[in-house]
């Protein structure tokens, strides 16, 4: 812990000390010695923010999955979240996500299968997304022996999904939700 405040001190008097060389600032004086409030707030909020983001980026990794998908005969890998709030169903059966350059994989080269329009409710109202029935999903887990679904609907997001993924998948998937997972979704995390 006294490593970490040395090391948190020797940071936050660099960066006030950079500060006022770089604005030529003379830290001698009655309104400099004020006005260090400033550079040191902006120091812990810079600090605070990359502990949070790093943080953030290692809970949505261990929520990643690499998966295969076929549809009609093709057969896609991408990177997919779970996500925990995914409450989309088609009737009884679970919804999975897929960015629409991952859906447009499947329609290439003219290969056919029945696609309609899925309620989709958001905040801002609801939309009709294009769904249809993957043939098979293979979600492979590390250490573990990969879960296979058949007749999962796919729904095609209009844009991607902003965390390296293509795909985002249904907590409602049997078996997918790991120990760890499965507290955080009660929790409400």
Request: proline content about 4%; overall charge positive; some cysteine.
């Amino acid at each position: 812990v006294s490593a970490l405040f040395f090391a948190f001190t020797a940071l936050l008097g660099g960066a006030i000390f950079g500060i006022y060389s770089l604005f030529g600032l003379d830290y001698t004086k009655e309104l400099s010695a004020a006005l260090i409030i400033l550079p040191a707030y902006a120091v812990i909020k810079a600090v605070r923010e990359t502990v949070r983001f790093i943080y953030r980026r290692k809970e949505v990794v261990s929520l990643q999955y690499p998966v295969k998908i076929t549809v009609a005969g093709v057969t896609v890998e991408a990177t997919a979240f779970l996500d925990t709030g995914n409450n989309l169903y088609d009737g009884d059966n679970p919804v999975v996500l897929v960015s629409s350059s991952l859906a447009q994989k499947f329609f290439d080269g003219g290969h056919k299968f029945a696609i309609k329009k899925l309620p989709v409710t958001t905040v801002g109202g609801t939309l009709f997304l294009p769904s249809f029935t993957a043939d098979k999903i293979t979600i492979e887990r590390e250490g573990e022996k990969p879960l296979e679904y058949s007749g999962v609907t796919l729904c095609a997001a209009k844009s991607g999904f902003g965390t390296g993924t293509d795909v985002i998948l249904s907590p409602a998937l049997n078996g997918l939700l790991g120990q760890k997972a499965a507290k955080r979704a009660q929790s409400g995390l």
